[in-house]
């Protein structure tokens, strides 16, 4: 299976590669900061046709379409992102990535990244650890102060912005700096390879951490939603992603800010 995932990933990537028409093709969603291409689409109608070949008896949960109504009860069910850092694609920012998350009766059991501009494509199995082009990654523990922080901005969600920026701030003020790449998958994968030591956003969607949240679990990080509670991989929900010490720190930084904000 983590075989197939990965040709279905890389065939994507080719797609994202081979795109002429990204400006032209881009379109507003929600706001000026919320945008989708046909692009997008392609490589979601592509994929999601290879899943399914592969897998017919699963459910089907990606960006570009409505949630399945079995979205909760499905045994198997693909969680794609298609494109992961969009806004990267379209201003030709190259970090974004294509995202495939398979899930078994709610647990994430697979879970493929893949950037086609690095050629780097991120995979894991549970139980079997992750791997950066074949290589397995194994994380050595660190804390903050000898860490890098990726936040993400939780750009579409004006009403937690404040709140996004004093969990930044305390971050900011321990971390050995802090980074904004603006696809968190990839995002995800950089912790399980070691590049920062900790990652957190205070909102996601399961399409952005089903399959990353594996990825870096299994290369030894420790992930869970920015309260301390387990991520949801149905709903929006915040992530923080760490090597245990770094993680701990953060945690005791923003659970207590996400507690006031009554925020998950
Ligand atoms: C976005 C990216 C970004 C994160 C946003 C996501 P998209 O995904 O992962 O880093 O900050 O919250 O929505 O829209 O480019 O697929
Ligand atoms: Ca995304
Ligand atoms: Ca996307």
Partial sequence: MLEELKEIAKKAGAIILSATEIKE?????????????????????????????LLPEAA???EEEA???NLQS???????DPIDGTTNFVQGFHNSCVSIGLMHFGKVE???????????????KRGDGAYLNGKRLTLSDRDLMHSLAIFGSAIFYPEITQLSLRV??????????????????LDLCYIAAGR??????????????????????EAGAVVTALSGK???????????????????????????????????
């Fill in 25 to 53: 093709s881009t379109e507003l969603k929600t706001s000026h900061r919320d945008l989708v291409t046909k692009y997008d689409k392609l490589v979601e109608r592509t994929v999601k046709k290879d899943l399914l070949a």
């Fill in 60 to 62: 089907f949960f990606g």
């Fill in 67 to 69: 949630a399945p109504e």
């Fill in 74 to 80: 499905a045994e198997w069910l693909f969680v794609v």
């Fill in 110 to 124: 697979y879970g493929v990244v893949y950037d086609p501009y690095y050629d780097e494509l991120f995979s894991a």
């Fill in 168 to 185: 930044l701030e305390k971050v900011f003020l321990q971390a050995q700096d802090v980074r904004r790449f603006g696809a968190a998958a």
């Fill in 196 to 217: 920062a030591g900790v990652f957190f956003e205070c909102r996601i969607c399961p399409w952005d951490y089903c399959a990353g949240s594996l990825i870096a679990q």
């Fill in 230 to 264: 387990p991520l949801d991989l149905y709903h929006k929900c915040s992530v923080l992603a760490g090597v245990p010490t770094a993680y701990r720190e953060v945690l005791s930084l923003a659970a207590p800010e996400m507690e006031k904000a009554n925020q998950r």
